[in-house]
Structures are given as C-alpha cells and as structure tokens.
C-alpha cells in the first residue's frame, strides 16, 4: 500500500514539475515589457472603481452551509456503502438497510426544513416588501 | 501493475545493484512521467483541436485546417503561442496567491490519474480508495480556481471563482451518492474491482444492472458535466457576462494550465462514467497473447471514453447556458432527491438480489438500445426532411 501511495506523490511532484518548467520556459521566451495602463485591473477597458475584495453575496454562504451538512453525510456513507454487500451476504442485510434508511431519513428531513424555509431558492423574498433585498440585486 | 512489472525487473536483475527501494523510485518516476507526458498532456491538447474541428462541422464552419494535415497540430501551436506571450500580473492582484493557483489546479487534474485504468494491467497504482481518490483529488481544482478567483482582484474574477466554488460543492452531492449506488453493488472502491465484476456485454455493465442504476447513470452524467464547468453549466467562465470568469487576468503560460486542465476533465469525466457504468476495459476474450488483450482493453477503454468527451462537445455546441438559480435549483430540488431515492433503492435491489436479476438487466439492455435506436431513427428523419446537405465525414 505505500508503493501505491508514492505514486500519489510522485504525481503531485511530476504536476508541480510541469507547471515550474512551463512557467520557467515561458519566462525565457517570452517579453517584459510591464506599464501601468497594462498591469491595471481589467474592467472591460475602464479605469477600475475600487477593489475586488468585497462583501459578497450571502447566498453563496448559505449553498456552502448547506453544502458541508450533505458533505459529512457523503463522507459516513462511504464506509457504509463499501461494507453493505458483506452484511447482506452475512444475512444482516435488513439491519444494515434499517441503519443506512434512518440515517439518511435524518438527513432527508433536514433538506425538507431547508427546503420550507425557502433556502433553495437563489432569490429569496425578505419579508413582504415588494422591492427586492439589497443583495439580490449585486451581481449573483 | 506497475508493483509487480518493478518487482520482475529487479528479480531479472536489469537494476543491477541497485537498492529495492531506489530502484522503486526510478520506475515510479519514469512510469509517471510516461502518463503525464506520452498520455495526459496529449489527450487534453488533442482534445481541445478536436472540439473546435467538432464545434466547426455542427455550425457548418471548417475549423482549424492550416497546422500540419488537417490541422492536428494546431494544439501544439496554440501551446507553443501561448508560452511565448507577455505575461500581465495587474499591479493590485496577490502576486503569490496568483502565481500558485496554476500549481493546485494542475495538481488536482493530473494526480486524478493515478487510479485510472486503462486496461487490465496498464494502471498507475490499484488504490484501494479508488473512485473516492479520484472524486476527491478533482475536487481539488475548486480551490485552485478559487484562489485564482479571489488573487486576481478583479470583479469579473471573483464572480466566476465564486460561482464555480457554488457549483461544484452542490454538484458534490448528487454525483457522490450516484457514484455509491455502484459501490452498493460491488463492494469495493478500486477502480480495477469495480471494473472486473462488469462484463463485455452491455448486459453486463453496471448501468443495466437496476432501474436505479440507469437512473443514476444520467444523474452521475449530469452532475460531472457541472463539476467540470461546462455547457450548459458554464457559469463560472460565461463569457457572455463575466468577460472569462476567474481566469480574466490570467495570460500566457499560467493561462495554459487552466486551458489544459479544462479539457483534460473532459477524458477523467468520460473515464469515471465508463469505469462505474459502461464496462470500464472489458473486452470479448480474443486472443490468449496478454500484451494482445491489454491492448484491446486499452482501446476499448480509451474508445468509450473519447465518445463521452464527443457527447460533452455536442452537448456544449447544442444547448444555451442555464441561469445561477436554475442551476442551483436543478442540482438541490431534483438531482438531489432523485439521487438519495436511486440509492436506497439500490440498497434495496442488492439485499433482494444479491447476484443481480438477470431478467430486469436484459430487458434494461433493450430499453437502452432501443431509445439509443430511436434517436438516431429521428436524427436520420430530421435530416432527410430538412433535405440539407450534410456530409458526415469529418475531413472533407
């Protein structure tokens, strides 16, 4: 199993290797010639309006929430599911099938409750305002 | 297997005195970079000539014809131009973050490799963790994409680094529990494991093993195209509004990694769907000669993934690119449900029938073929009524 596994870092190595040689290629080939107009931010030709590094749109830390809780599930599951025919043909199939159903009813349920609050959808209404929520607005 | 073919080397003696363990290294290294340089960067550069050729004859255009016959080598130019442009790092980026997020994304791209087969005997390393590895290790290109998105201080960027961030973990889900339903089946992870329990025939493959798993196929399919970013779930590079998403700074050979990277998915998505659902290298016993069979298995293999890469390039030059929220949508209020169904349903079909239902996978097989039949019946239809004149072959 380490041999496998050292080809994992050979690997990485090789890929690392790959992208130092082709840089360190390019910077022999090709030309220097940096100016500020240049080496500006582009924005589609005008001078940029302050910088990048912005609050963002909250939705997308409400998809990375959601996202973690079905990750971990994904994450127990693998063990489960790589075990599962080996209980079956242990005649444990039923408690194993029992086991994975109520862990994944669990979290089914907890994809129900986001569903009803309405965190599915990307464009959320606030309250009962008619006009749309500031950050919806900002680009999604 | 690399392990065993090192190990006959040093018991013949060809390392001479040699420790075992350097003499390990050695074959490692050059077996790897045998992959990455005869296999992995040749697909991806041939794979991006190859699309624009595609691109061309869908919308009646000729495509690249000029660099050497046909125009195969056009990668190698675009490459060889690409490496002698100027490189511009704006003056307000992170210049390290900046310079590293080529290096997490090739790392992720090309390590995927290691646990994938090409036939019987031709694989890098038989992980034990396998199709998890590979799932993982490609998920690795999210943060490199990311950081490429927030370095690049450039709004455009951060909007395409987020986006694909967004994409790709929901996307996670449904392709993660699809990719288990085969796991229910087999029992193990590797990817040779996976692969030795299908067969030649089509009857044989995974994907008509249970209504579920036919199901889970499309979602599976569905899932790695948006994890792969692209058409019709693009959005992270929608050059329609985001100028070209988190790699707009990017210039000259930094560019070419995310290039590369890009199209290369397309071979690792096509090769994960064929290992799990269409038979992986299994090939109709031909020949007793082994270097005969693993060739034929490294064409079958090579073959049916490559049709995949061709369905993406139709696919990409076919439909429009969805909005953020149907897209976020499609994956967490259908391809979600449907994937937890599709495995408990699994689980249900393996505690009932254990060794497979031979009945259920023929008449699955038939369904497949037939529906695979009847698209082509309309295709042809189409293309006799509309009385267009098309020639189907790719050269003329």
Redesign the interface.
């Known amino acids: 199993m380490f041999f496998q596994f050292a080809n994992v870092l050979v690997f990485v190595a090789l890929a690392m290797g790959l992208v130092a040689l082709m840089t360190g290629l390019s910077w022999l080939l090709r030309p220097h010639n940096p100016e500020p107009g240049k080496m500006s931010t582009y924005e589609c030709g005008e001078p940029p309006t302050g910088g990048a590094w912005i609050n963002f749109n909250i939705r997308f830390y409400l998809v990375a929430l959601v996202f973690v809780i079905f990750d971990v599930e994904v994450a127990f599951i693998a063990p489960v599911t790589v075990v599962f025919r080996d209980w079956v043909e242990q005649g444990n199939g039923l408690f194993a099938y029992g086991e994975i159903a109520i862990f994944l009813a669990i979290l089914f349920v907890g994809l129900i409750y986001v569903w009803a609050k309405g965190d599915l959808e990307w464009v959320k209404r606030v309250g009962s305002s008619d006009e749309d929520s500031p950050d919806m607005r900002e680009a999604a | 297997m690399?392990?065993t073919f090192l190990d006959s080397l040093i018991a013949d003696g060809t390392f001479g005195a040699i420790p075992r363990d350097v003499a390990?290294?050695i074959g490692?290294?050059a077996?790897?970079?045998a992959v990455?340089f005869g296999f992995v960067l040749n697909i991806s550069g041939v794979t991006t000539f190859v699309e624009r050729r595609v691109w061309a004859r869908i919308q009646s255009r000729v495509g690249p014809n000029r660099v050497g016959p046909q125009g195969i080598l056009q990668w190698l130019a675009d490459g060889l131009k690409?490496?002698?442009?100027?490189?511009?790092?704006?003056?307000?980026?992170d210049a390290t973050l900046f310079?590293l997020a080529?290096?997490v994304v090739?790392?992720g791209?090309?390590?995927a490799?290691?646990a994938i087969p090409f036939s019987s005997a031709l694989i890098?390393?038989?992980?034990?963790l396998g199709i998890?590895?590979i799932t993982s290790m490609t998920s690795l290109v999210v943060v490199g994409i990311m950081i490429a998105g927030?370095a690049?201080?450039?709004?455009?960027?951060?909007?395409g680094g987020?986006r694909a961030?967004?994409q790709i973990?929901?996307y996670?889900?449904p392709a993660?529990?699809s990719i288990?339903t085969v796991?229910?089946?087999?029992?193990?992870?590797s990817t040779q494991g996976i692969i030795q329990q299908q067969g030649w025939g089509p009857w044989d493959w995974f994907i008509f093993h249970s209504p579920f798993t036919f199901i889970g196929f499309f979602v599976t399919f569905v899932a790695l195209l948006a994890e792969g970013n692209r058409t019709p779930f693009d959005l992270p590079e929608a050059e329609s509004e985001l100028?070209a998403g988190f790699v707009?700074?990017y210039s000259?050979?930094?560019y070419?990694?995310f290039f590369l990277v890009e199209w290369g998915n397309l071979y690792i998505i096509g090769a994960i769907l064929v290992t799990l659902f269409l038979g992986g290298w299994q090939a109709p016993h031909i020949t007793d000669s082994v270097v005969g069979m693993n060739i034929l298995q490294a064409l079958t293999f090579i073959v049916k993934s490559y049709l995949f890469v061709i369905l993406m390039m139709w696919i990409r030059a076919t439909l429009p690119r969805v909005r953020?929220?149907q897209l976020?949508?499609t994956c967490?209020?259908y391809l979600?449900?449907i994937s937890?169904v599709n495995?408990?349903g699994t689980?249900?079909w393996?505690?009932i029938w254990?060794q497979g239902f031979r009945f259920a996978e023929i008449v699955l097989t038939a369904m497949g073929f037939g529906l695979v039949g009847y698209f082509l019946y309309r295709v042809a239809f189409h293309l006799r009524r509309s009385g267009a004149q098309i020639t189907l072959s790719p050269l003329s």
């Open positions: 690399l392990q390990y290294a490692m290294v077996a790897g970079a990455v690409l490496l002698m442009k100027e490189e511009a790092i704006p003056y307000a980026a310079k080529p290096f090739t790392i791209f090309i390590t490799f290691v890098v390393a038989d992980l034990n998890l590895y927030w690049s201080n450039n709004k455009w960027a951060l909007i987020i961030a967004a973990v929901s996670e889900i993660a529990l288990f796991i229910l089946i087999t029992g193990t992870l100028v707009t700074e000259g050979a930094r070419l990694f953020v929220d976020m949508t967490w209020k979600l449900p937890f495995f408990m689980a249900l393996v505690m254990p």
